[in-house]
């Protein structure tokens, strides 16, 4: 799992500073300001509306359709995520992972981040032929195989069924403890963000309502106490009331 450790080392990886992004007359982003460190796994709740993907997807430059002000900051070594895998049709998974990669070494590489995701022996198929999860796999791979400093997340899991979202949690969860990226995952599911994050943060009115960090070891239990709490502490912040179960 990702660890605070790589935090000391230096500034942080993403810096948001007093961010205000407006579409129009619509403020959507109000003074939102955030870092995230060096290998730290950051998860964005919020209602739906609320502004996650603009955050995600906020640039520096603005133009006629989004203005604003603030300080943003990330990396130039940064890949993203998005809930379709976008791969390529006519180009097989081995061209779709390492495209546009412009090394000597960068098809030994993309076979190296193939077997990370466990699709070894997948190399020539197309796109096509795979599962869904499995086309989620190879934009995983192709995001790694980048080396990227801060991985960007929207909603990656959110189109697949609920065991193999589970499978993509562990496979996730591994790839990260290795290669050590910072995340910013966005997600509607609490559960997926408390599973894997080291902190999650919920968007409301513009800015961070919440920020919490995760003290459970990994792997985590859903079934665990503090996962529980955890949990309710989060779902109360997006406006859900749960009830504690009484015994009967
Ligand atoms: N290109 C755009 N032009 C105008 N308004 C936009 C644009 N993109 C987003 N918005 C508006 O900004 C608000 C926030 O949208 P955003 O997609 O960031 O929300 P979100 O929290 O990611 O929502 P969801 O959980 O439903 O995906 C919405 O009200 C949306 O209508």
Do not use: Y
Not at 36 to 62: M, P, Q
Not at 119 to 134: I, K
């Amino acid at each position: 799992m990702a660890s605070h450790l790589g935090g000391l080392s230096g500034a942080p990886v993403v810096r948001v500073e007093s961010l205000v992004r407006r579409f129009g007359p619509r403020t959507i982003l109000d003074g939102l300001s955030l870092d995230i460190e060096r290998g730290e796994f950051v998860a964005l709740l919020g209602r739906s509306g609320s502004g996650k993907s603009t955050l995600l997807r906020a640039r520096a430059d603005l133009d006629d359709k989004v203005s604003g002000s603030g300080r943003l900051e990330t990396p130039d070594k940064k890949s993203v995520v998005f809930q379709d895998a976008r791969l390529l049709p006519w180009k097989r998974v081995l061209e779709n992972v390492v495209f546009g990669l412009d090394l000597p070494e960068a098809a030994e590489r993309g076979r190296v981040a193939l077997e990370e995701v466990g699709l070894s022996g997948r190399e020539n198929a197309w796109p096509v032929e795979l599962s869904g999860g499995e086309q989620q796999r190879v934009a995983l791979a192709r995001s790694l195989v980048r080396d990227p400093e801060l991985l960007l997340a929207d909603e990656p899991f959110g189109a697949l069924d609920a065991l193999t979202r589970l499978r993509m949690h562990d496979l996730l969860r591994q790839l990260c403890a290795r290669h050590q990226p910072a995340v910013l995952l966005v997600t509607h599911d609490v559960d997926e963000a408390v599973t894997l994050a080291d902190r999650v943060l919920v968007l409301d009115n513009g800015g961070i309502a919440a920020d919490i960090a995760i003290d459970i070891p990994t792997p985590r239990d859903h079934g665990d106490r503090r996962f529980g709490e955890i949990r309710s502490q989060l779902l109360r912040h997006l406006g859900v009331e749960t009830k504690p179960v009484l015994p009967v």
